[in-house]
């Protein structure tokens, strides 16, 4: 399956002089992990993506950066997950059984019980609910974000162009996409004319050329979010056998790899590559 995966690099905006010495730090930063970015400013801004807005000092571009499109990578790894005998249900879960303090099942709303020795919860921002409803927390609540799609004339961006969190990039379906909001409000998937003049005028500062696209579609998704913006990894409190791997917030698809791995360690008994502390549920519980 094509997941439309490919290395695209970003272009990250400074406008103030406090913005560019953030921006700086954190190139330092990004160096020492090994990624291929550098500071432009001046006419090697403009070189690199002359539509950007001549109001910017400067920014950073990193060119070890990649993109896949979200609905196709997971259905592709749904796909191979089965082929590897995985049986996916689509079921909604409503709470665990227990005998003791370890795991046994888990039921479902049409209260059938899937009778299991250990359980994974990753239900992105609906954890929380399944936490709940096994006597516990995992500090897991939903952040909004709304997204633009705009039919624009002109050649389309080869680099991602991001601003104090919104960003512009044009995506193989031939549209300039441009997000994206955060926003505490619960379980609220409707999207709304506040958002839609947020992301543009965000996307306006960047590139104020885009004043006349056209917009095709908004769109608006639940992302997990903790309360101190970390993961969310390791045992459920109070639980054997269950195990929590959510709260990725915007970085899922980044994210999503190294959190599995941890997960998986924890599942079967290994020890995680990483430390695995600063994430675990029980600072919530």
Request: glycine fraction near 12%; aromatic fraction near 6%; charged fraction near 20%.
């Amino acid at each position: 399956m094509n997941t439309e995966y490919r290395r695209k690099s970003t272009l990250s905006l400074a406008f103030t002089e406090r913005e560019v010495a953030s921006a700086r730090a954190h190139l330092d930063w990004m160096r020492t992990e090994g990624a291929d970015a550098e500071w432009l400013d001046g006419d090697g801004l403009q070189a690199a993506e002359p539509r950007v807005s001549p109001q910017a000092l400067g920014a950073v571009l990193n060119a070890s950066t990649a993109e896949v499109e979200p609905y196709r990578f997971l259905l592709a790894l749904a796909q191979d997950a089965e082929s590897l005998g995985v049986e996916i249900l689509n079921r909604r879960a409503t709470g665990l059984t227990r005998s003791g303090e370890s795991a046994t099942g888990v039921t479902l709303d049409n209260g059938d019980v899937l009778a299991c020795g250990s359980v994974l919860l990753a239900a992105g921002p609906w954890t929380e609910a399944l936490a709940t409803a096994s006597g516990t927390s995992v500090g897991i609540r939903p952040l909004k974000g709304q997204i633009l799609r705009l039919d624009a004339l002109g050649e389309p961006y080869e680099l991602s162009i991001g601003w104090a969190g919104n960003y512009v990039t044009s995506k193989p379906d031939g549209l300039v996409w441009a997000g994206t909001t955060e926003e505490d409000i619960g379980f609220d998937e409707n999207t709304t004319a506040e958002a839609r003049d947020a992301v543009m005028e965000g996307l306006l500062q960047m590139v104020p050329g885009l004043a006349d696209a056209r917009l095709v579609k908004q769109t608006a998704c639940l992302r997990p979010i903790s309360g101190d913006g970390l993961p969310v990894i390791g045992a459920l409190p109070g639980w054997e056998g269950v195990t929590v791997c959510t709260g990725a917030g915007r970085k899922g698809i980044l994210l999503g790899p190294a959190m599995a791995e941890m997960a998986v360690a924890m599942l079967t008994g290994g020890q995680p590559n990483d430390d695995h502390t600063a994430f675990g549920p029980d600072r919530f519980a």
